[in-house]
């Protein structure tokens, strides 16, 4: 079987949370209803954006678990399982394949600590043999100056290892990755304002926050693309990143969370400590959004 399983526009889950911070299930089964309405192929759960690193091991069971029962089989489900603890993400891993992900990912261990090359791999043997599964690995800020092409092929050597959710800038090197395995690779888009240049290097697919907010807008812009269309595909990126800088500006995650209000889903705010947004903030953002012809877009 080909290592290329997931394709297309994939929303890495924001995590909707109520008042004392428990997840949103209720809101965790509107969010997949509306984002497969908008064209998904599926879902990338408990990342950062889905604030997985500060969730319990519990909260991040029960919610992949209410997630594969709404899913139902309507896409796949990525459910990334790195945590502070490594015996936590194995944990994780194992939980991810009794519930029937379809593949596991996980950042390089852990946010405290400079590894070694050699130390990643170990890393990725143990949750590949954890998992059971596919895994997408992640090529991101946390590997520092590590060659992360030399690194990938060391990695694709591991039972189970599939390819990389790529979420650097350097685009050259992420061609280098789709070139390893003879093209076997699933490579994977991370930055969302660069979509179309990532598809454009070989990526199969893209994993975005910003997604949560605007998939069907990805959607044409994937279709554009795979039909040969660049200009349109080239205009599409174009205009969401005029979203995504009022997305960042006010930042990603608290933002994502109350943009889904303008289509009935309660996300709540991020977790403790992080700042919720004031109402100047929030009207702020409306008259931004209004400006950019954001809610004439949502009832097309």
Same mark, same amino acid.
């Given at each position: 079987?080909?290592?290329? !399983?997931?394709?297309?526009?994939? $929303?890495?889950?924001? @995590?909707?949370? =109520?008042?004392?911070?428990?997840?949103?299930?209720?809101?965790?089964?509107?969010?997949?209803?509306?984002?497969?309405?908008?064209?998904?192929?599926?879902?990338?759960?408990?990342?950062? =954006?889905?604030?997985? $690193?500060?969730?319990?091991?519990?909260? !991040?069971?029960?919610?992949?678990?209410?997630?594969?029962?709404?899913?139902?089989?309507?896409?796949?489900?990525?459910?990334?399982?790195?945590?502070?603890?490594?015996?936590?993400?194995?944990?994780?891993?194992?939980?991810? !394949?009794?519930?029937?992900?379809?593949?596991? /990912?996980?950042?390089?261990?852990?946010?405290?600590?400079?590894? /070694?090359?050699?130390?990643?791999?170990?890393?990725?043997?143990?949750?590949?043999?954890?998992?059971?599964? $596919?895994? %997408?690995?992640?090529?991101?800020?946390?590997?520092?100056?590590?060659?992360?092409? /030399?690194?990938?092929?060391?990695?694709?050597?591991?039972?189970?290892?599939?390819?990389?959710?790529?979420?650097?800038?350097?685009?050259?090197?992420?061609?280098?990755?789709?070139?390893?395995?003879?093209?076997?690779?699933?490579?994977?888009?991370?930055?969302?304002?660069?979509?179309?240049?990532?598809?454009?290097?070989?990526?199969?697919?893209? %994993?975005?926050?910003?997604?949560?907010?605007?998939?069907?807008?990805?959607?044409?812009?994937?279709?554009?693309?795979?039909?040969?269309?660049?200009?349109?595909?080239?205009?599409?990126?174009?205009?969401?990143?005029?979203?995504?800088?009022? %997305?960042? !500006?006010?930042?990603?995650?608290? @933002?994502?969370?109350?943009?889904?209000?303008?289509?009935?889903?309660?996300?709540?705010?991020?977790?403790? $400590?992080?700042?919720?947004?004031?109402?100047?903030?929030?009207?702020?953002?409306?008259?931004?959004?209004?400006?950019?012809?954001?809610?004439?877009?949502?009832?097309?």
């Amino acid at each position: 079987m080909s290592n290329v !399983r997931f394709k297309g526009i994939i $929303p890495a889950m924001i @995590t909707p949370l =109520t008042k004392d911070y428990k997840v949103n299930m209720q809101a965790v089964k509107q969010l997949l209803d509306y984002n497969y309405g908008e064209g998904a192929d599926g879902f990338y759960i408990c990342g950062t =954006t889905g604030e997985g $690193p500060v969730l319990t091991v519990a909260d !991040r069971m029960k919610t992949a678990e209410k997630v594969m029962e709404y899913n139902a089989g309507r896409g796949v489900i990525i459910n990334h399982v790195a945590a502070a603890g490594v015996k936590d993400a194995f944990t994780l891993a194992r939980h991810a !394949r009794e519930i029937g992900c379809d593949a596991v /990912s996980s950042v390089v261990p852990n946010f405290y600590f400079k590894h /070694s090359e050699d130390e990643i791999v170990e890393y990725y043997k143990a949750l590949s043999d954890a998992a059971g599964i $596919p895994v %997408i690995t992640y090529a991101q800020g946390l590997l520092g100056d590590t060659d992360v092409v /030399s690194l990938m092929e060391k990695l694709m050597k591991i039972d189970n290892v599939i390819g990389v959710k790529f979420t650097l800038f350097n685009f050259y090197d992420m061609h280098r990755i789709k070139e390893l395995c003879g093209g076997d690779i699933n490579v994977i888009n991370g930055p969302d304002e660069m979509l179309v240049c990532g598809l454009m290097m070989g990526a199969d697919a893209g %994993i975005g926050s910003t997604y949560n907010v605007m998939c069907r807008e990805y959607r044409r812009l994937f279709d554009a693309f795979s039909a040969g269309d660049f200009e349109t595909a080239r205009k599409q990126q174009f205009k969401v990143n005029k979203i995504i800088e009022v %997305i960042i !500006r006010h930042g990603v995650i608290r @933002t994502i969370k109350y943009m889904l209000s303008y289509v009935g889903i309660d996300a709540g705010d991020m977790s403790f $400590p992080a700042a919720t947004l004031s109402q100047d903030e929030k009207r702020t953002i409306r008259r931004e959004l209004e400006n950019l012809d954001y809610f004439n877009e949502l009832k097309r």
